[in-house]
């Protein structure tokens, strides 16, 4: 924005003046004396200059920037008014110099005399925004001293209390108040007052004792500076609250040792009714108590010293410095039963307890014997010592942090008497490798299922005994000792060794072999002869193909069929688990394949006929039908083979060859080639034509020659009218009758499925067409006769009678 800011209106009503010339007026505002010079604004606005430099002031005080009191147009007094330097952008200017608001920017505006004003950002707020530009002021003029003279506020001033309202405190508690001044420059004074009087201070803290149970009091803070220029006040009450008491009345002991239900009783003052937390010195704090009529009673405590009991009530705390002690009772120990191991070396013996005074709980039980000390659980006065061993147990002491008894009661626990281990009856395995050997043994354990643990293949095992007596069973060839069965974590010994053996094993030979009777044939066969093979079915496993096979041995003897050519060894059959072996090779081979031979071959007897044939001979061919297939039309097919010879029939031309014939499994295979051909096609020439005689006519024709066509009736087909035609062909000539005049092309005719094809164009023509002449006319001779005449003269009109059509009575004629 850019206006002037010199106002006609205003300025004569505070002084006239001619240009350049000034007068000095003194005037009091808010007990401050300001000297005023005015000045007149020569030149236009300039808004936000980077920065604001004013030395050389003549109010050395700070001056709170207010739209209302500092308006020019509206008080005629700007906030500040004196000689001095203002640096702007670097560049000094030495003159009056003023800052005050402008309603109609609005905003704030310092100015010179004879110089150029400087406006902040245009604001409607009550006080000068700072954003726009930087005031900066230092430095004394003339007799005007001081630093920094000229402050601007962004805020208004104020002072704030910690701790705010509301205030309350017990009776006899120390105050502490602190204030904290906001937008107010340094140095400040501060006083502090109360209501009622008698508390004063002039710091920022404020420190004293609270007055008397029923006052209560306010206090209030005043903060100044710049000789009274800027100052805020605050105030905040003190509520006074009275202080309880507590006195302890008696206490009850824990009824056993280490328990929790002792008690202590309590008296208060000033508590009201209700729940509160007690604070003390031991175990458990703190707690929560319910005073009712000024009395309650901390419980739930174990023995110890109680001491420092504090309880607070609306801030104020009431205490007791009495220490109260609670013991615990004296138990007791006494040993009621006792349970040995029930295994060898276990560990579940038991011993049973009784005592007295003894809290349920957890407690240490000290003792001479194996596993001293253990953890014990007390439940009603009695518990279990778990977990023991055979010996000798005595000297029992338990306790925990507080609570102790004992006991010299001595009691021995033992273990179970051990088992014995006899060697029965053994029994070889039945088969080779087999697994069914067994051992018999008796001895004194009671029935019911055991492991027995030995040296051998399979230990340990799972016995059932039965009658003291059981068999180790499932064994299989070899030698087994150092027995050892366990009953109750009681083992006994048996170091016999026992040796178990397999039966004898079976013996393979080869007989007779044969080979398959076809190629790729599968009924060749190899007969064996065998020894300790009972009667019966087994797998013969072999190296080639089809291995492994089920076999039948009658009396030692067995054939293995259903082989195909190859080689085959390494033989092995099992019985019983016993294994014979042969290693001797067999080789079977297929029958002799067949041959091929092209005898002789005929082509098809027409064009695109199928009757052409090729002749073959073969070996190794018996008489019979086989499949023939072969490169060329219509493979595979079946053919007859009589005496080593057969022939492939029903051919068209074409080319053939990789012919491969097929018996019992062996093939021949012939790749000659053979070409078959059909017969040579006919061919056609046009002779003659002849147009019809008549017009309209249609006694055309047109005589061909031919070649490869033999005598007899063909169809004729052609482009023109009447198509397709037959046609009479007699030694190699022929005549297309009957046709009209026209073009007629494209013939083609065929013999045996070969066609001739002529592709040149004929035309028949009708003769020429008759013409008309009237020669002379005669009327009738009498009224309405019918004797009148016309006379013609013609061409092209053969003698004869014809039609004649008019326009006129009696047409036509």
Known sequence: MKHLFYRQSILPTLLPFKEGSRQLRLCIFSSVIVLLVLFRIEAKAQTNPASITVTGACLNATYVLNKVTDNFEGTGKPAYLGE????????????????????????????????????????????????????????????????????????????TISPANPIAVCAGSPVSLAASASNIPTPVTYSWTSSPAGFSGSSSTLSQNAPSVSSNTTYTISVTANNGFISATSSVTLAVKPTPTLASTGSVNPSICSGSDGRINFTTTNISDGTYQLTFTGTGSPQTVTVTSNAFSLTGLSA??????????????ASSGTAVNLTNPTPTLTVSGSGSPTTCGGTNGTLSFTTTNLANGTYQLSYTGPGSPKTVTVNNNTFNLTGLGSGNYSAFTISNAVCSASSASSVPLTDPTPPTLVLGTPANPGTCNGSNGSISFTTNIVSGTYQLNYSGAGSPKTVAIVNNAFSLTGLSAGTYSNFSITRLNCTTSLPTSVTLSDPAAPTLAISTTAGPTTCAGTNGSISFSSTNLPDGTYQLSYSGSGSPKTVTVVSNAFSLTGLSAGSYSAFAITNNGCTSTLATPVTLSDPAAPTLVISTTAGPTTCAGTNGSISFSSTNLPNGTYQLSYSGSGSPKNITVVSNAFSLTGLSAGSYSAFAITNTGCTATLATPVTLADPAAPTLAISTTAGPTTCAGTNGSISFSSTNLPDGTYQLNYTGTGSPKNVVVVSNAFTLTGLSAGSYSAFSITNNGCTANLATPVTLSDPAAPTLAISTTAGPTTCAGANGSISFSSTNLPDGTYQLSYTGAGSPK
């Open 304 to 317: 110890g010293s109680y001491s420092a009991f504090a309880i607070t009530n609306n801030g104020c705390t």
């Open 84 to 159: 001095g330097s203002v640096t702007i952008n670097s560049q000094v200017y030495t003159d009056n110099i003023a800052i005050y608001y402008e309603v109609a920017g609005p905003a704030w505006v310092l100015s010179m005399g004879g110089g150029q004003p400087y406006l902040s950002q245009s604001s409607n707020t009550a006080l000068p925004p700072m954003s726009g530009w930087a005031l900066v002021t230092s430095g004394s003029i003339g007799n005007c001293t001081g630093s920094a003279p000229l402050t601007v506020l962004t805020s208004p001033p104020s002072v």
